[in-house]
């Protein structure tokens, strides 16, 4: 299967490589795949010698924080393993490791990066690639801990209706360890995590999960991040390549209430038609609320004036909330006619960039583009736009930028001509900056205004 993908190893690295029918035969085959631990990580790049790793010819992708690549199936000859991330302002990607490891037949190697994305560590698990037989009512589990900052912690994976510590743990790891296999009939379950040996100290619990047999899952412990609103967060990544997240259900979701229209005053916001369970008093037009919490069945928040129940402006129906996630609400429209889109907010920080993204709640202008210069200078001709086509109740993509001190100004989408004052903006790697777009007094000119979490 990869005896191209050596022929092309030997070509880029210059290796004195003989004809394809002088190299050495393949006894068989054995996955590879990498797991990022690296809490603050940018994506990360898994190479063999000089190409993506791919299944298939399909490369894989990319690893954030938390993610494992699909295992992948190669040849058992050496290689080299390279990894790579792209960093703001570099037209190449930049190369942070490589590590040698001759890939055997039937086994199963996982990269495990840890440490400074600049110089990760760079551990190897390795195991035998588990088979399962038609008749098999079984699924096979290997817990590994990720989590640089939780200490030893103890994993639980019991039947549905369980009371967590009436079974000893399923492992007790330190940071960097994989359990050996454990086989599990299929079923629901509910897993947890602890502090090693003391049951009361939960660090997640996720909902109920229904496991099939003749899977085999590499379930991984990680830190939890500004995505989580728990300490830990959970993910396996399945022989088959399937990623399965573990939603926490410890503490309820949380959300946060962001007005951004013009036209409507101040507003109270309300989750029941009676008016008589207030979430939130007072939101001004700007304003952004803390982070609240709501109820993961999901709810109808009503927007009244502040301090009057005489009239609901208007209502909004959200679907059932993500268990330990966030979610922002944001208030948009005319006098008239509102909306309050829910958009699940990307808030983990890369500590190579800053991370930003505006949100349009701009009525004025259907559409427009986002253009960042050094601090005192202007739009020109040569400048180029770090968003485009940024649409009314749409939250743009995320743009990584270099640290720096700036100015941001909007334009008219298609055009330099700006169409806003200058919002100076001071970047720093590790940081979030979330913006709103929003109408002025002035119907031609519209505002950018920073509402970035403390």
């Known amino acids: 299967m990869k005896r191209t993908l050596l022929l092309l190893a030997c070509l880029v690295t210059l290796a004195a490589c003989g004809s394809d029918s002088s190299l050495p ?4 085959e054995g996955a590879v795949r990498m797991v990022n631990t690296i809490s603050g990580s940018p994506d990360v790049r898994f190479l063999i010698e000089e190409i993506l790793v791919a299944i298939g010819g399909v490369p ?21 393993f390279n990894f790579e991330i792209a960093l703001p302002g570099e037209a190449t990607l930049t190369r942070v490791a490589s590590r040698t490891l001759q890939v055997e037949k039937d086994r199963q190697h996982v990269f495990v990066l840890s440490g400074d994305v600049l110089n990760p560590d760079i551990a190897v698990w390795d195991w035998d690639i588990r088979t399962f037989n038609e008749s098999d009512t079984v699924l096979e589990a290997r817990f590994s801990h990720g989590g640089a900052t939780l200490g030893d912690i103890d994993v639980y994976l019991d039947p549905v209706g369980t009371v967590l510590g009436a079974n000893p743990p399923a492992a007790t790891l330190s940071f960097g360890d994989v359990s050996g296999p454990l086989d599990y009939e299929a079923g629901d379950y509910v897993l947890a995590v602890t502090v090693a040996g003391d049951v009361n100290t939960v660090l997640f619990t996720a909902r109920e999960t229904s496991l099939l047999a003749q899977v085999a899952h590499l379930i991984t412990v990680f830190d939890g991040d500004a995505n989580n609103t728990g300490p830990a967060a959970v993910r396996s ?16 979701p949380k959300v946060r209430f962001i007005h951004s229209s013009f036209e409507t005053e101040a507003l109270d916001v309300y989750d029941d038609e009676q008016l008589t369970n207030l979430v939130v008093a007072d939101v001004p037009f700007l304003g952004a609320t803390a982070d609240l919490d709501t109820d993961a069945d999901g709810e109808t928040f009503y927007f009244t004036p502040a301090g009057s129940t005489a009239q609901v402006l208007f209502e909004q129906s959200i679907a059932a909330f993500t268990p330990g996630s966030f979610s922002d609400v944001y208030v948009a429209g005319s006098a008239s006619s509102q909306i309050a889109p829910r958009i699940i907010p990307d808030r983990a920080p890369h500590s190579t960039s800053t991370k930003l993204s505006i949100f349009s709640g701009s009525v004025n202008y259907s559409f427009f583009d986002v253009y960042i210069v050094e601090r005192g200078a202007e739009v020109t001709d040569e400048s180029f736009p770090i968003l485009t086509r940024v649409g009314f109740a749409t939250l743009s993509s995320i743009v990584e ?12 989408n298609g055009n330099r001509t700006v169409i806003s004052p200058a919002l100076p903006v001071d970047l720093t790697n590790g940081s979030i900056v979330d913006l709103i777009a929003v109408d002025t007094v002035d119907p031609a000119v519209i505002e950018a205004v920073d509402i970035s979490r403390p």
């Open 60 to 80: 894989v992708a990319p690893a954030a924080y938390k993610e494992s690549t699909a295992p992948a199936l190669y040849d058992d000859f050496s290689y080299t």
């Open 25 to 28: 035969n393949p006894t068989g």
């Open 401 to 412: 930028l270099l640290a720096g001190s700036y100015d941001l100004y909007l334009t008219e």
């Open 237 to 252: 990544m399945r022989a088959d390549g399937t990623a399965v997240v573990f939603r926490d259900v410890s503490d309820p």
